[in-house]
């Protein structure tokens, strides 16, 4: 009942719930590093004014407003980024965009192991382990290499954008 949405030719990353729990870091020094290509940022309940003005700062990053429409929402995605920094529970953005045939490069950490269904690509991040004040936390440094290198792939190879998006609906069809 899922359309297919995969869109390689937009040559776009995707990043729900912009904060610094959620990768925000990551998002930033990715597109920094890629500003060849945009980079869409989707605010929901983890909005952070801190990462809203680090992400105005960078000229490939557009902040959309949230879209209900799933198929939509993804549609405008070539591939999305879930690069998490704490012991996520489970992504369902990963499950919702695998559904509709959009590749996910997502963190190697806590419930998104499981999310991604054994399909490409899991990648390491330093988690968060310590935070301050309310709840505050302490975003340890990154190596955003790989996480470069993979969202570069995935727009510029369509043989693997393609894998990858077959993959993926394939295994979240079974699940």
């Known amino acids: ?63 959309l407003r949230p879209i209900q429409n799933r198929d939509e929402l993804y549609g405008q995605f070539s591939c999305l980024l879930v690069p998490s920094l704490w012991q996520e529970a489970w992504g369902l953005v990963t499950i919702e965009a695998m559904l509709r045939g959009v590749p996910v490069v997502a963190a190697d950490i806590g419930g998104l192991k499981e999310a991604k269904l054994g399909v490409d690509y899991l990648l390491p991040v330093s988690p968060i382990v310590t935070y301050r004040n309310f709840g505050e936390p ?12 993979t969202v570069e792939r995935l727009l510029s190879d369509r043989v693997d954008h393609r894998r990858v998006s077959a993959e993926g609906r394939a295994a979240t069809s079974r699940f």
């Open 1 to 63: 009942p899922f359309a297919d949405v995969s869109n390689f030719d937009a040559k776009t990353v995707g990043f729900i719930n912009p904060s610094f729990i959620k990768g925000a870091p990551i998002f930033l020094e990715v597109a920094r590093a890629l500003p060849q290509y945009r980079f869409l940022a989707v605010p929901t309940w983890a909005d952070d004014p801190e990462v809203t003005r680090a992400m105005r700062a960078v000229p490939n990053v557009e902040i």
């Open 138 to 149: 302490v975003v340890p440094s990154q190596e955003v290499g790989p996480w470069i290198s």
